[in-house]
């Protein structure tokens, strides 16, 4: 029931949206600035709107050179006004009076995060402010100064995207053809190759889709995640997506295996929909399906063939000989090495090495088995020697490994993996 309600909701945000979408560009000879300027004076709400809806269609049309001195104004000219901050800091650490708290707050923001703020106040403009943050993240890589504005994004985002506005959605054969499509554009994990690929993961009764939406941006997910309804822990990925798999009867299923999740919106880079999508999907399938007892992922571990490489010109000649035969082999042999990269490596900055890896143990996961042989796909060769991983959501214990992982740095794993990280001749880098 939650999730037609959720549709409905969907569908009827969808065409609201879609009759307020902001009207083409008009004959406004106003300059950029000028318009941004405007948009922070007390407008009445008509005439904000015409103003924002001119600032938007005027960036839409924009070269890419016309983006970038776009946001070389907004970084220089609609920054935060050092000095002036300064003095208020100062004064309040000096005397801290409620109003000069107020003044010190509202000389912290700077000027163009208001005019994203308002600027999002006509019908549709999320949208387009998600674009703009994509042209902004593709371009700072090249002007790092503009990564000022990126803040304000992200400030603003992580409140217009919190959970209490997502909704899911149960993606089937039967949903709209503009989100299948998008569905097929947006797989990052293991790609699909046509419509018959698709129907294979979304019509067969063993198979699950889910996605996140957001009210204001109704026909574009956010985030979606494939599941596989097995019995028993699925250990191999050609094996969950085969061409000519018979459907499992439902009898015989207890085991929900989450091997794919996509983020869908560079433009959300940062924002974080994976921890409360995992959760909530795992809420409404163990609602509808109580024989569910196992919930794992079957998950890629994209940074191992990279460590492994490194580690060969670091490791005396013997252990480095031995690591590159079982490179070479991808079988039993590599199996202790894969589970060390995954339990003892650590990041510079903290945290697991692999970012799947950081992903679900900051959600409460432990690394359950390592599978030699699990996905023979180029990139799977390529990124992991055809290895993969299952990280178990036991749900007794999520609570109690996150606070061990958060607090401790502890990464939660199954006793059977143990003895592999005894049997490598590679020291762990901390």
Request: glycine share 6%; charged share 25%.
């Amino acid at each position: 029931m939650q999730l037609i309600q959720s549709t409905y909701l969907i569908d009827l945000l969808s065409t609201i949206t879609q009759r307020n979408r902001p009207a083409p560009r008009g004959s406004d000879s106003r300059t950029p600035r000028e318009l941004a300027e405007l948009l922070l004076t007390d407008l009445g709400d008509v005439s904000s709107s015409k103003v924002s809806r001119a600032l938007l269609a005027q960036y839409r049309d924009m070269s890419e050179d016309q983006k970038h001195a776009f946001f070389d104004m907004l970084a220089s000219d609609f920054d935060i006004n050092g000095p002036v901050l300064a003095d208020l800091a100062r004064a309040y650490g000096e005397d801290p009076q409620p109003e000069t708290l107020a003044a010190l707050t509202e000389a912290a923001e700077p000027r163009r995060q208001e005019i994203f703020r308002r600027l999002n106040r006509v019908p549709g403009a999320t949208a387009d402010l998600v674009a703009m943050r994509c042209d902004l993240l593709r371009m700072a890589r090249e002007a790092p100064r503009l990564a000022v504005i990126d803040q304000d994004f992200l400030h603003l985002f992580r409140s217009w995207f919190n959970q209490g506005f997502l909704v899911l959605r149960h993606i089937n054969w039967d949903s709209p053809a503009s989100i299948l499509e998008k569905i097929i554009e947006y797989e990052a994990v293991h790609a699909i190759h046509s419509w018959d690929d698709l129907r294979r993961r979304l019509l067969p009764e063993d198979r699950r889709c889910y996605a996140y939406f957001h009210p204001a941006m109704p026909e574009e997910p956010l985030i979606f995640v494939e599941v596989a309804l097995t019995d028993g822990v699925a250990g191999n990925i050609q094996a969950v997506l085969a061409e000519d798999r018979p459907a499992l009867p439902a009898k015989r299923i207890n085991t929900a295996v989450f091997y794919s999740i996509s983020n869908c919106q560079k433009g959300l880079r940062g924002i974080s929909f994976g921890n409360s999508l995992i959760k909530q999907v795992v809420e409404d399938l163990k609602s509808a399906m109580p024989e569910l007892t196992t919930f794992v992922t079957l998950s890629p571990i994209p940074g191992f063939r990279r460590w492994a490489d490194q580690r060969l010109s670091e490791l005396p000649a013997e252990d480095a000989a031995r690591l590159a035969e079982a490179l070479r082999d991808r079988g039993a042999a590599l199996r202790p090495y894969v589970a060390q990269y995954l339990i003892r490596e650590r990041h510079p900055r903290g945290g697991p090495l692999d970012p799947v890896a950081k992903f679900h143990l900051g959600n409460g996961a432990l690394v359950h088995e390592v599978h030699m042989g699990a996905d023979k796909s180029d990139n799977g060769l390529r990124q992991s020697c055809g290895a993969m991983v299952n990280y178990l959501y036991d749900l007794d214990q999520i609570d109690a490994n996150i606070e061990g992982h958060s607090t401790k740095g502890t990464i939660a794993h199954a006793r059977a993996l143990a003895p592999l990280l005894k049997s490598t001749a590679v020291p762990a880098k901390t």
